[in-house]
Structure formats: C-alpha cells, structure tokens
C-alpha cells in the first residue's frame, strides 16, 4: 500500500486532532473543527519514535466551549496567544514533517477530520492519501465485533499511557508507542533472533 501512493517508507506519521466540542448539540451556527493537531514521527525500520510536537488551529467556525477546555485543556485565551489558521499549520507540516510524503496514521477515521476542514477553508490537505485507521486495523487483528477504544487497547496489550488523554501530543505519542510494540510483538515472532529495542523521545 505504502508504494502504492509514492510515500516513504522509512518513516510514518502517528497523528491527533482535537476538534471543538459541547455538551450536547454545537450552538447554532457552530460546527466541529480542528484546533489542535499532534504528530509523532516512527522511524519504521528501528521502531524508533524520534519526534513529538503539537500546534494549536485556531477556528474559524466555533468557539472553544468550556466543556471543551475541560477536556482538552485549550482555552480561548490560550488560542488567542497560540493559535494560528489551519493554512499555516498545514504549511508547517509539509515543510517541517514533511507530511505530503510519508504514510500516516491515527487511531480512528481522523482523516475525515481533515479533508473536511481543509475543503470548508480551501487550502490543501497536508497529508498524504496513504491513510491507516490503526484503531480499526487493531479491532480486526484481535477479532473484536465492535470499535476499541485507545485506553482499552493500551489495557489488552499490557502497557500504560504515560501521554495526558484528549491533548493531540499525548494521544499522538501514545498511539506511536502503542503501534511501535505491537509491530514489536509480531517481529519478534517472525524474526526471534532480533533484538528491537523500544525508543521514545526523552523529555
């Protein structure tokens, strides 16, 4: 799949948002949109995760709530002082991350998440076609009927989050760790007589 949309190979791309959000229905006129962005880089041949970042969009088509700021931790005036227009985060991530030529992942189908906010402010997607739902490959691969959460997935292979939940970052580097021993795991099935060893950034 990975040659199939022309990416690299040597690296992937684990990726959160955090979308504006109420308790119940968005007030009227307000639609759910991207206002925080994580990414974490895999080194995919040494199963290396060798950086970590976030950026904050600022929205155009709501407002940050406060049982949004509760659970995400963004506030309006945080936003204010941090914030910057989607464009110009999308321009950071091509040109920092290089997000237009590798392979990227998320847990769950955030990719929607994205294209439909780049198509309500008309710029162009920073990321890649070569898209993977890690959190329905998952489900799949342990023969689950329904969706798995992170927090669950994290439980059934015996791990801990060690990123704060609902912050882009820390979703982003914890799916990274999460993907980096399970593709560790079947490695190591394969492949017995390799050591991978596990690195995450120090911080």
């Known amino acids: 799949m990975l040659g199939k949309f022309k990416?690299?190979?040597d690296r992937v791309l684990v990726v959160d948002f955090e979308?504006?959000?109420w308790?119940?229905?968005?007030?009227?006129?307000?639609?759910a949109e991207i206002i925080e962005i994580g990414l974490s880089e895999v080194d995919v041949e040494r199963l290396e995760i060798k950086k970590t970042d976030s950026y904050?969009?600022?929205?155009e088509y709501s407002t940050i709530s406060e049982y949004?700021?509760?659970?995400t931790g963004i506030t309006p005036q945080r936003?204010?002082?941090q914030g910057r227009p989607l464009v110009d985060v999308a321009n950071t991530l091509k040109k920092n991350w290089g997000s237009a030529s590798k392979a990227w992942m998320a847990w769950g189908n955030d990719r929607e998440a994205i294209i439909i906010d780049c198509m309500r402010k008309q710029i162009e997607n920073p990321f890649s076609e070569a898209y993977h739902n890690i959190g329905q490959q998952f489900s799949m691969m342990v023969g689950a009927t329904s969706s798995?959460?992170?927090?669950k997935a994290f439980e059934m292979m015996g791990i801990e989050r060690t990123g704060t939940a609902h912050t882009a970052g820390g979703d982003a580097e914890d799916t990274a760790c999460l993907w980096v021993h399970l593709t560790q795991r079947i490695r190591s099935e394969l492949f017995p007589s390799d050591n991978f060893e596990i690195q995450t950034p120090s911080h």
């Open 56 to 59: 904050l969009v600022k929205p």
């Open 7 to 9: 990416v690299r190979k």
């Open 148 to 151: 798995i959460g992170l927090n």
């Open 79 to 81: 936003m204010r002082k």
């Open 68 to 71: 949004c700021t509760n659970l």
């Open 19 to 21: 979308l504006t959000c």
């Open 23 to 31: 308790e119940g229905q968005a007030p009227e006129g307000e639609m």
